[in-house]
């Protein structure tokens, strides 16, 4: 038969009082008292707005280091555009001026310095002169970061060179410029003017041709 009588109640009226289940329960929640389940939502929406702050935080860093590196970037970028305006603002001014560059080389290049030493006293004051003052004008270049190119014997670089002939020569390795027909000048790294260069390439030793330069 089975047996229908209810549990009996203990002195407080709890009929699960001396259940055994509901003692385990009770003592799983720690203090005896159930858990209700508006305080697990509560606690897990707690835990859902802690990470949400913690991901709008990272979002935030991650933000402020690259706005600071954007502006780092724009000052170095800035301080760059400044040094090269700066550098680059004579451009114009200074190739105006290698002519009369070329033409106190020529000057001086007319005369050797075996006529030099025979010519009266006023002929060599005069190339003396120029001497300076053509010493003088390439300082003054230097100093703004203009350096005149004279490639003799170096590679060919397209970029500051400009070919004017081929010249076969054995004795140097193709691509080598072996003879200046006219000096270039940079700025920076920037070409003012091009050297007229020949260029050597492979091939026998040509004699020379009717403008003195060999044959191409």
Aim: charged content about 35%; cysteine-free.
């Amino acid at each position: 038969m089975i047996d229908t009588r209810k549990p009996a109640a203990n002195q407080d009226g709890d009929p699960l009082a001396d259940d055994p289940r509901a003692k385990e329960a009770r003592d799983a929640s720690g203090d005896g008292e159930e858990i209700s389940v508006d305080a697990l939502l509560r606690g897990e929406a707690e835990a859902g707005r802690e990470a949400s702050l913690r991901n709008e935080v990272a979002e935030l860093k991650d933000r402020l280091l690259r706005a600071m590196a954007d502006t780092e970037n724009v000052r170095r970028r800035s301080e760059r555009e400044k040094a090269e305006a700066t550098l680059y603002a004579a451009t114009n001014f200074a190739r105006d001026l290698l002519s009369v560059a070329d033409n106190m080389a020529r000057a001086l290049e007319a005369m050797p310095e075996k006529q030099r030493e025979l010519a009266d006293d006023a002929t060599r004051n005069l190339l003396a002169g120029i001497d300076l003052t053509y010493r003088e004008l390439m300082q003054v270049f230097e100093r703004y970061n203009i350096h005149r190119v004279d490639p003799l014997g170096e590679r060919f670089d397209p970029h500051f060179h400009q070919a004017m002939f081929e010249v076969p020569d054995p004795d140097a390795p193709p691509g080598t410029v072996v003879q200046v027909v006219q000096p270039g000048y940079r700025i920076g790294e920037r070409v003012l003017r091009p050297a007229l260069v020949g260029v050597a390439k492979t091939g026998p030793r040509a004699g020379p041709g009717r403008n003195g330069r060999g044959s191409a």
